[in-house]
């Protein structure tokens, strides 16, 4: 027997959610992902530029993916495969300098630029907030008070503020409202040698990372609070030659990432709240915990 459509809502566009979507639908639901931004993909946003008639995808924001635990360590190789093969997604081994507080001793590469230009145009999107969650009587979920789904999926860090549960109590979900700021610098090369990825660069960078991009290298730093709010200006005249001589940059853009920040306790609060409900959390703290948690699901 076939089984009934659902109508299931996602909240934001990060690679693991539109992995969760596209199997949602893949089963016949009907899938509506929210995301009030412009440019989809979340932390992993991308800038579209043409370089030298050469069409680049330059990431924004500086992420890496890596296990957290002997688990996960085991696991990546399915989950590499099933990346490559399902989604599209470039995976690389990295051989170069990888300056992180992580034992594990291979370490890839992600790039999920391809796996959005195929995965887009295959979901439907709103640009609408999701502020408000109540689920009624009938199991159905609804939305900002006007919108009815069958389910929806949240993910750990997703701007909600009110979520009500028949009888219980409202529930306001706590959080921290954080703006990151990174910049991403074209070059055609960089003073680092050998250098791929290191965690804590200076006093006034982290998260620096460099790649290449067909005959291009692109670095993404995400920018200290002792330099937030800078001007680009400032920045090309004061910091840039940090990594690149000036005859050498090519563009150098800023950009911002807001994010709803939920500390362990918090995180712990949100999925009770809303445990046995049509309310359903999803782990995105981060990329590997997210994938290996629904690996039966996504039968990984």
Not at 121 to 148: C, G, P, Q, T
Request: overall charge positive; hydrophobic content about 35%; aromatic content about 14%.
């Amino acid at each position: 027997m076939k089984k009934k459509e659902k109508k299931i809502a996602i909240i934001s566009s990060s690679p693991l959610m539109i992995i969760l979507a596209l199997e949602l639908q893949s089963q016949g639901n009907k899938v509506v992902v929210f995301d009030k931004s412009t440019v989809k993909g979340g932390a992993w946003g991308w800038f579209n530029l043409n370089l030298n008639k050469r069409f680049l995808n330059v990431p924004k924001y500086t992420n890496i993916i890596h296990p957290y635990n002997e688990k996960e360590r085991r696991f990546i190789k399915k989950m590499n495969s099933y990346l490559k093969e399902k989604h599209k997604v470039k995976v690389d081994k990295v051989k170069k300098k990888f300056d992180i507080n992580y034992k594990y001793k291979d370490k890839f590469s992600y790039d999920f630029s391809k796996f959005y230009e195929n995965s887009l145009r295959k979901i439907k999107f709103s640009k609408s907030y999701i502020s408000k969650i109540e689920m009624l009587a009938d199991k159905k979920v609804r939305l900002n008070n006007k919108l009815l789904f069958d389910k929806i999926f949240i993910p750990s860090f997703s701007g909600i503020k009110e979520i009500k549960i028949l009888k219980k109590k409202i529930f306001y979900p706590e959080c921290r409202d954080i703006v990151s700021e990174h910049v991403s610098i074209i070059a055609k090369k960089f003073k680092l040698k050998n250098f791929y990825y290191s965690q804590f660069f200076d006093d006034c960078f982290d998260r620096v990372r460099i790649e290449k991009i067909n005959k291009f290298y692109n670095l993404t730093a995400r920018l200290d609070h002792s330099i937030k709010g800078i001007k680009i200006s400032k920045l090309k005249n004061t910091y840039v030659d940090r990594f690149a001589k000036k005859s050498d940059v090519i563009k150098v853009q800023l950009s911002k990432f807001h994010n709803y920040y939920r500390n362990k306790e918090q995180l712990k609060k949100l999925k009770n709240a809303i445990k046995g409900s049509s309310v359903k959390y999803i782990d995105t703290t981060q990329f590997m915990c997210g994938i290996y948690s629904l690996r039966k699901f996504l039968n990984v």
